[in-house]
């Protein structure tokens, strides 16, 4: 008698017939096989990342966070610093499409990547800089688009815990990260600029970005009831982004902070967690007075004890040829990505600088949407902020929207719509946006003791 075998698993067909059609191709052009398993080994990466989502998500966040695009600029050369943007990004995006894949989708109306479409059509139609071509503007919107990319599906909590809490811990990685390079002598981890500043992995600038991150991220947590951890995390954080000796994201991580602390009130946060930090900086201050002259090494000290306001980032050199590109194309501005364009990389500011940013989003959308883009843009950033945080917990929607006021006030003198540091706080706020979408259950508990009940 004969028995009956038992059908082969699918995974297996598929394993038999994808080496069946390698020794295929191999056979009959041998010079495809090498493309046809590059695609390969991206569909199985594809695959397993839809398969482990939270994984895949959080070890981007990791990566995205450390920014090493200006680590593998200094080890192999200024070559790899766009590429290594441009793989950041599409791998955010690559990941978002498959949490829309894989959780559903959401209708963002008001989400900030509708509002940059609408520019790249407009400056489409209405005409583009002459310096910028329209693959460049594709880029541009591709770039502009990924930070608000997550936003766009449903995750569940424990995806948005997930997030939370390695964002807690990204200035802390990239701080260890970038002391093994010192160590062995590979990169410093402080640079001079007006007095030393922290670099980590990346640059002084992009970690502070970071560490405004990691600090909101820490609140959240510290408001959800996380417990002492948490604010002794919180203030590892606010202490390395004042190594870092970015003067505006200090003042906007530490005023939505005391803010919070001050007003905000939580059933998983008692008066007294609450009161604490308020006191501990009251404390300290007096201290940081005393040794003012002792720190002036590190920047931010440097520039106190100098009673320095002067401009460090050359926003005197860098405004006034935005300001005019924006004159001579006023309502419908110049197309997304001109801002790219406007100073030349090989002219004398952009080599005194080291930048041909704006170092001002107001001032960079004026230039790509005009008046109407940017109009636009703002407007959609208002809205989005109090539409996603609308059903929220009541303490979370005041820091998150705290925390929306704060990033408009910085955008006036820094880029924080462009680099990767954007991508991280956006990823950040879409975590915490989940609570407010009813996905899953809620995950966290609060560590607070329960109050005594009556017989």
Known sequence: MFTSLARPATGTICICLFFAVVMTVAGLAPKAVGPLLGIAGTLGLLVLAYRHLVGFSVAWLLLAGMSLEMTINDLAGPSTYT???????????????????????????????????????????????????????????????????????????????????ATCWLPVISLVGGLILYVTDQRPLFVESGGWRLAGLGHPAFLAGVCLAAVYACLIRVYRGQGRGGLILLGANLTILVLTGARAPLAYGVFVTMIAFAVIRSPNLQGRRRWLPLLCAATLLPLVGLLDHTLSGIRLFNLLASNDTTDLSGRDLLWPPFEAAAEQSYWFGWGLGAGNVIIPPESEVAQQLKTWAAHNEYLRMEVEGGQVGRALLVIAFAAWAVVRTARLPQAERHIIRLIFIAFAAHAVTDNVLISTPASVLFTFIAAVFVGGDGNGAQTWRSRLPKPATVA
């Open 83 to 165: 590429a290594t943007i441009a793989a950041v990004k599409v791998a955010q995006l690559l990941l978002a499409a498959l949490c829309v894949l894989r959780y559903g989708p959401l209708f963002d109306v008001c989400n900030p990547a509708g509002a940059y479409l609408v520019i790249f059509i407009v400056g489409l139609c209405h005409g583009l800089h002459p310096g910028l071509t329209v693959v460049d503007s594709v880029r541009s919107l591709a770039g502009s688009v990924a930070p608000f990319a997550f936003c766009l599906s449903r995750p569940p909590r424990v995806w948005a815990d997930a997030i939370i809490r």
